[in-house]
T-cell receptor, first 115, second 115 residues
Framework: DSGVTQTPKHLITATGQRVTLRCSPR?????VYWYQQSLDQGLQFLIQ???????AKGNILERFSAQQFPDLHSELNLSSLELGDSALYFC??????????????FGPGTRLTVL | AQTVTQSQPEMSVQEAETVTLSCTYD???????LFWYKQPPSRQMILVIR??????QNATENRFSVNFQKAAKSFSLKISDSQLGDAAMYFC????????????FGTGTRLTVIP
């Protein structure tokens, strides 16, 4: 158990819908990262938040957005869903920016299926 | 852009034998971190081993060790005395030391352990 929690574990929805994935980082970790793992794109970085602020963006679609709240939990919002958005979405947390090591601890993932 | 290449989509090893998984990467940075993650059927991402680029000594964690060749930009994982529980997808990952802290992943190698 990494200490990172993600809900829900599974999500099945229809095209055009909107969903919210939730992540609670390890106690004390300030950084949250979102990754998408799909069959055709592999594991890709989407976005990073540090202490409530966006710090880095990867291959995140405009239909996707995220935020980190004062209690440091994060939500990833996916809208106008398409079949190709079906994937495993991971959240990872780490202690913070600028540290020499900064290992990322991964949550168990949310499996999104778009029908 | 940083790229990570795993040229072996699948590998197999006899139980108790040794296997080496290959990884190469491309970067213009001199300081960075390299990781091997294991993803068993449960889909959890588990850190196996890490290597700091400034360290010449190869990292070792019990039965897992790496062969880090900085000039060649090569980072292979050796698993000794393979066990059935080692069967999983293995991902090589790269992270910059400064700036964006996100991980860049390879496409993975599926390891099968034959009893």
């Amino acid at each position: 158990d990494s200490g990172v929690t993600q809900t829900p574990k599974h999500l099945i929805t229809a095209t055009g819908q909107r969903v919210t994935l939730r992540c609670s980082p390890r106690s004390g970790d300030l950084s949250v990262y979102w990754y998408q793992q799909s069959l055709d794109q592999g594991l890709q970085f989407l976005i990073q938040y540090y202490n409530g602020e966006e710090r880095a963006k990867g291959n995140i679609l405009e239909r996707f957005s995220a935020q980190q709240f004062p209690d440091l939990h994060s939500e990833l919002n996916l809208s106008s869903l398409e079949l190709g958005d079906s994937a495993l979405y991971f959240c990872a947390s780490s202690p913070g920016q600028g540290l020499s090591y900064n290992e990322q601890f991964f949550g168990p993932g949310t499996r999104l299926t778009v029908l | 852009a940083q790229t990570v290449t795993q040229s072996q989509p699948e590998m197999s090893v006899q139980e108790a034998e040794t296997v080496t998984l290959s990884c190469t990467y491309d970067t213009s940075e001199s300081d960075y971190y390299l990781f091997w993650y294991k993803q068993p059927p449960s889909r959890q991402m588990i850190l196996v081993i890490r290597q700091e680029a400034y360290k010449q000594q190869n990292a070792t964690e019990n039965r897992f060790s790496v062969n880090f060749q900085k000039a060649a930009k090569s980072f292979s994982l050796k698993i000794s005395d393979s066990q059935l529980g080692d069967a999983a997808m293995y991902f090589c990952a790269y992270r910059e030391q400064t700036g964006a802290n996100n991980l860049f992943f390879g496409t993975g190698t599926r390891l099968t352990v034959i009893p």
